[in-house]
C-alpha cells in the first residue's frame, strides 16, 4: 500500500517517528480565542498539544519525491501550544467563583480527548487554587492568572522588545472578555483583533514519508488523507 500525501507540514524532527504508535494524531479542538473549529495535533507521549498554522501561499504547488504534484502550496506548521489557553475559556465561565471537578474543566475544554489529570493539575497550578480533597476541584484565582500573563508577556517581550506587540500576541488566544480584562488590569495597551489562520482542514489526517528541510530543528512531512491510498 502507497500513501498518496495531500499536504505538508512543517514539525520539530524529534517529533517525527517510524513507530506509527507514537505518531502525532490530528485532531478538532474549539480554538480558545472564538471557539471555532481547528486542526490540532497531539503528540500522546509527551501528553502536549500542537497547533496546526496554514501559511497560505496561493498559485503555488508542492513536487515532492519525484513523484507527487501537491496543489495546495500551502505550509503548514505544528506549534506547542500551552494547554492554560486550551482550558482557559471553561475555566473563566465555570470556575471562577466556585470549585469545579477538574475532569469537567477538561471534557467541556478537549471534549473526549484523554489526558494524564496529574500532567494537566500540573499546568493548572500556576492560575489556579485546587483542592485535592474534593477529587481534584480547581477554582482559577484572577491574581494568580494575571501574574501568569505578566510573566508571559515578559517572556515576550525579550525577544520582540515592545510590549505592545507581546500583548497582542498573546490576545491571538485569549476570548475577547479575557483580553480586555488583562488589558485593564495590566495597564497595557496593543490588543490587534487577530482573524484565524484560514484553511484549517476539518479532514482526518496521518503522517507519511518525511523529507528534511534546511532548518535545523524542523521536518516537513508530507500528509495524507486517510481514505486516499493507492495500491502498488
Known amino acids: 500500500m502507497s500513501t498518496t500525501p495531500n499536504r505538508v507540514l512543517i514539525v520539530d524532527k524529534r517529533l517525527v517517528t517510524a513507530d506509527e504508535r507514537k505518531a502525532l494524531e490530528f485532531i ?5 480565542r472564538n471557539k471555532q473549529d481547528q486542526s490540532f495535533a497531539i503528540d500522546r507521549e509527551s501528553q502536549t498539544i500542537f ?11 508542492w513536487f515532492i ?20 489557553f486550551l482550558l482557559l475559556p ?19 475544554s478537549l471534549n473526549d480527548l484523554s489526558l494524564n489529570n496529574e500532567l494537566v493539575r500540573e499546568k493548572l497550578e500556576p492560575i489556579c487554587d485546587i483542592d485535592d480533597d474534593k477529587k481534584c476541584s480547581v477554582q482559577l484565582n484572577d491574581e494568580k492568572l494575571f501574574a501568569w500573563f505578566r510573566t508571559r508577556i515578559d517572556r515576550l517581550k525579550k525577544h520582540l522588545n515592545d510590549e505592545e506587540h507581546a500583548f497582542d500576541l498573546l490576545c491571538e488566544y485569549l476570548p475577547d472578555e479575557i483580553s480586555e480584562k488583562c488589558q485593564k488590569v495590566l495597564k497595557l495597551h496593543g490588543n490587534v483583533k487577530y482573524e484565524l489562520p484560514v484553511g484549517q482542514k476539518s479532514m482526518t489526517i496521518t503522517t507519511s514519508t518525511s523529507t528534511k528541510t534546511t532548518t535545523t530543528n524542523t521536518t516537513a512531512i508530507q500528509v495524507a488523507n486517510k481514505s486516499k491510498r493507492n495500491k502498488k
Open 90 to 108: 471553561s475555566l473563566w465561565s465555570q470556575a471562577r467563583n466556585k470549585s469545579v471537578p477538574l475532569q469537567t474543566i477538561i471534557k467541556s
Open 51 to 61: 497547533e496546526v498554522i496554514q501559511s497560505n501561499r496561493p498559485h503555488s504547488s
Open 28 to 32: 478538532q479542538l474549539k480554538h480558545p
Open 65 to 84: 519525491n519525484d513523484e507527487y504534484v501537491l496543489p495546495d502550496g500551502s505550509l503548514y506548521f505544528v506549534t506547542p501550544v500551552h494547554l492554560i
